[in-house]
C-alpha cells in the first residue's frame, strides 16, 4: 500500500517559513547602540501599497518600533507600483543608499513575469544581473544588510502561460540568494504552504477588489508582515526588559 511513510511527520500548521540563514551585523548593531535605525523598503506594488491596504512597511515599522520601544526606527517606504529590479536599480542611488539605511528589504520578481505581454517588459535576464548590481552596491560599497524578497504566490502568478515563468524566476532569486550569501524571504513559498497546506482559499489570499487576481489582500499582508518582523527579530538582538513595551 503506498502513502506517506510511517516515519515522516505531516505538515506543520501553521506553516512556518524558512529562516534566515544569515546574520543582519548593520542592523544589529543599530538595534544595539539604540542609535536612528533606518530601514528602506525597495519594490513594486506589494510595498508600495494596493487598493487601499496599508502596506507591509508601515506595519513592520509598527511592529519594531513597539518591540523596542524606539520612535526613532523607520521603515521607509520606497516601493513604486508596476517597477521592477532594473528600474529599481537605477533610483536605488537616490531613494536607498541616500537614506543611509541598515537594512534594505527588496522585493521583486513579479513584474518580470506579471509584465511579459506587454510593451518592453523587463527580461529575466535583466531582471536577475540588475538584481545582483545592486547587491554589491548595497552590501559592498555601502556595508547595508539585505533581504531579498520573491513573488507571490496567487492565481495571476499561476496560470498555464505563466507559472514556468514564475517558477524560473523563483528558482532564479534563491539561486542569486543562496550564492551571495543573502537572506531570502520565501514568501512565494510560504503562500503556497498557506493555500495547500493550510488550505487557505485564494478569496482571502487575494484582495477582493483586484480583478486581476495578482495582488496580496489585507489579511495576507498583516500576517506576511508579522513573519516577516519575526524572521528579522531572530537576527539581531533581543529586547532588553527595560525598553520593550508588555
Same mark, same amino acid.
Given at each position: 500500500?503506498?502513502?506517506?511513510?510511517?516515519?515522516?511527520?505531516?505538515?506543520?500548521?501553521?506553516?512556518?517559513?524558512?529562516?534566515?540563514?544569515?546574520?543582519?551585523?548593520?542592523?544589529?548593531? +543599530?538595534?544595539e547602540a539604540a542609535s536612528s535605525v533606518k530601514i528602506v523598503a525597495l519594490g513594486s506594488s506589494?510595498?508600495?501599497?494596493?487598493?487601499?491596504? &496599508?502596506?507591509?512597511?508601515?506595519?513592520?515599522?509598527?511592529?519594531?518600533?513597539?518591540?523596542?520601544?524606539?520612535?526613532?526606527?523607520?521603515?521607509?517606504?520606497?516601493?513604486?507600483?508596476?517597477?521592477?529590479?532594473?528600474?529599481?536599480?537605477?533610483?536605488?542611488?537616490?531613494?536607498?543608499? +541616500?537614506? @543611509?539605511?541598515?537594512?534594505?528589504?527588496?522585493?521583486?520578481?513579479?513584474?518580470? &513575469?506579471?509584465?511579459? @505581454?506587454?510593451?518592453?517588459?523587463?527580461?529575466?535576464?535583466?531582471?536577475?544581473?540588475?538584481?545582483?548590481?545592486?547587491?554589491?552596491?548595497?552590501?559592498?560599497?555601502?556595508?547595508?544588510?539585505?533581504?531579498?524578497?520573491?513573488?507571490?504566490?496567487?492565481?495571476?502568478?499561476?496560470?498555464?502561460?505563466?507559472?514556468?515563468?514564475t517558477d524560473r524566476m523563483v528558482s532564479a532569486i534563491?539561486?542569486?540568494?543562496?550564492?551571495?550569501?543573502?537572506?531570502?524571504?520565501?514568501?512565494?513559498?510560504?503562500? @503556497?504552504?498557506?493555500?495547500? &497546506?493550510?488550505?487557505?482559499?485564494?478569496?482571502?489570499?487575494?484582495?477582493?477588489?483586484?480583478?486581476?487576481?495578482?495582488?496580496?489582500?489585507?489579511?495576507?499582508?498583516?500576517?506576511?508582515?508579522?513573519?516577516?518582523?519575526?524572521?528579522?527579530?531572530?537576527?539581531?538582538?533581543?529586547?532588553?526588559?527595560?525598553?520593550?513595551?508588555?
Open positions: 500500500m503506498k502513502g506517506r511513510s510511517m516515519n515522516s511527520s505531516p505538515p506543520q500548521i501553521p506553516v512556518q517559513p524558512a529562516p534566515f540563514e544569515y546574520d543582519l551585523p548593520n542592523l544589529a548593531e +543599530a538595534i506589494t510595498t508600495a501599497g494596493e487598493g487601499g491596504i &496599508v502596506a507591509y512597511p508601515c506595519r513592520l515599522e509598527a511592529v519594531l518600533r513597539d518591540k523596542y520601544a524606539n520612535p526613532r526606527i523607520d521603515v521607509i517606504n520606497r516601493g513604486v507600483g508596476g517597477e521592477e529590479a532594473p528600474k529599481e536599480r537605477d533610483r536605488m542611488d537616490r531613494d536607498v543608499i +541616500a537614506e @543611509k539605511p541598515r537594512l534594505v528589504i527588496w522585493q521583486l520578481g513579479t513584474n518580470a &513575469v506579471w509584465q511579459s @505581454k506587454q510593451d518592453n517588459p523587463p527580461s529575466h535576464d535583466e531582471t536577475i544581473a540588475a538584481l545582483r548590481q545592486g547587491i554589491q552596491r548595497f552590501r559592498d560599497e555601502h556595508s547595508i544588510d539585505i533581504v531579498l524578497m520573491d513573488p507571490q504566490y496567487v492565481p495571476a502568478m499561476l496560470t498555464p502561460v505563466s507559472r514556468a515563468a534563491a539561486d542569486v540568494s543562496r550564492a551571495d550569501q543573502v537572506n531570502l524571504f520565501r514568501r512565494f513559498e510560504l503562500m @503556497k504552504g498557506w493555500h495547500e &497546506v493550510e488550505k487557505i482559499s485564494f478569496d482571502r489570499i487575494v484582495d477582493p477588489g483586484d480583478n486581476t487576481r495578482l495582488h496580496d489582500s489585507d489579511w495576507t499582508t498583516r500576517r506576511l508582515t508579522e513573519v516577516l518582523a519575526n524572521l528579522i527579530l531572530a537576527r539581531v538582538p533581543k529586547p532588553s526588559p527595560s525598553s520593550a513595551i508588555t
